[in-house]
């Protein structure tokens, strides 16, 4: 799997286009000159004439080169973004799981409903003018699964 994921990070990297035909033209244009080095050792006219030839034609590709577009193909574009999004899930995954998350949540002052619900709650108990009590609080907060837990367990510690 890791290596499937290295290959296509390097197919994405190795993909520009107009290099590969500026590189493609060189190599052609190299072995033109090599083919009319030959021609000219073994005297043979032709061989040299349709040398040159090629070389000339590489050499124009080589003119119209600074026109072309290198356009990246949408199936590239598209697994682009679909790196871009799982990286963007795996860091907010790691933030979350971190603990980091929450504080950049208290950063950005967001507090969830059902806390607000409860300090509200909390704040009404230590409020002479409010009837809710004690015992009201404590009902609300044992919907919590894990401190339901926490406060079974302190009461059977008190018996």
């Given amino acids: 799997m890791e290596v499937r994921g290295l290959f296509l990070c390097l197919l994405m990297a190795g993909c520009n286009s107009v290099q590969k035909i500026a590189v493609t033209s060189n190599a052609i244009r190299a072995e033109a000159k090599d083919l009319i080095d030959h021609g000219i050792a073994i005297g043979d006219p032709v061989v040299v004439d349709k040398a040159a030839k090629i070389d000339s034609l590489a050499a124009g590709v080589h003119a119209v ?10 199936w590239m574009s598209l697994l682009q973004w679909g790196f871009i ?8 995954i790691v933030l979350w799981q971190t603990g980091i998350g929450s504080a950049i949540k208290a950063l950005l002052g967001w507090i969830p409903r059902k806390t607000r619900d409860e300090a509200r709650l909390a704040a009404s ?5 409010k009837p809710e009590n004690v015992r009201e609080w404590i009902a609300v907060k044992r919907s919590d699964p894990e401190w339901n837990r926490a406060f079974e367990q302190a009461q059977k510690d008190l018996k």
């Fill in 125 to 129: 108990v230590l409020s002479e003018e």
């Fill in 65 to 74: 080169l600074p026109n072309v577009d290198n356009k990246v193909p949408e």
């Fill in 85 to 92: 999004a799982i990286i963007a899930v795996v860091v907010v």
